[in-house]
């Protein structure tokens, strides 16, 4: 990965505290994991959501009168690309911004440096971010998802960009095709080795078959 800044943040869910600490085994991690760090087991991380939960919901049915409702995102996932050099405390000023800027609580922090791919050559192609949890509900009991203006995004994107000391990717415009997630990413460049392999694989028998029949049409002559 590149060392463009970015965060992307979606609707979370409970099995992601397992995924972060590994405490629950992925096929994502393929390198060595010594070097993953995470601030929280996925149980501390549990009980601190349920209790922010129960704090915050109550907040929203004395503002509305009404229960939260069951669609309600109440828990999210922000990833973010970090650089090889990143620190747990470069994360945690960004953990506090996020939580300043949105009115949330980070209930846990993960840094991923098991993840990745091997290139055609090989060579491990380390996928660098982190993963911070936290709660959707903000300290006035509303959806923090319905802060997601495009405005508020770029915000993001800056804050990200300052605190992690990184360059700020390109400003995408209104409508223009958003950059690929971690995930997606890593997935797209498997897909493009394995096409390379197969590529190289089909030149190699050609050029060969080629060759072959060259020497068979002059031996002839």
Not at 165 to 181: H, N, P, T, V
């Amino acid at each position: 990965m590149n060392n463009l800044a970015s965060i992307h943040i979606e609707k979370g869910h409970i099995g992601e505290f397992f995924h972060n600490t590994r405490e629950k085994t992925t096929v994502n991690s393929i390198f060595d994991t010594s070097k993953n760090i995470t601030t929280t087991t996925a149980k501390e991380a549990i009980e601190l959501y349920k209790k922010e939960l129960e704090i915050r919901s109550k907040k929203y049915t004395k503002r509305t009168g009404q229960k939260l409702q069951k669609n309600t995102a109440t828990l999210l996932s922000a990833i973010v690309n970090i650089k090889e050099n990143t620190t747990l405390e470069n994360l945690q000023k960004l953990a506090k911004k996020l939580e300043e800027k949105l009115g949330t609580k980070v209930l846990q922090i993960s840094i991923h440096r098991d993840e990745g791919y091997i290139d055609r050559n090989d060579n491990q192609i380390i996928n660098h971010h982190a993963h911070l949890m936290m709660i959707g509900i903000d300290d006035e009991g509303k959806s923090i998802r319905r802060k997601f203006t495009f405005k508020m995004l770029r915000e993001l994107q800056d804050i990200t960009a300052e605190t992690l000391q990184m360059e700020r990717g390109k400003k995408r415009k209104i409508g223009e095709r958003k950059r690929l997630g971690t995930y997606e990413y890593k997935k797209a460049m498997q897909i493009h080795n394995l096409l390379n392999k197969d590529l190289e694989k089909d030149l190699k028998e050609n050029l060969k078959k080629d060759i072959a029949d060259f020497a068979k049409q002059n031996l002839n002559m």
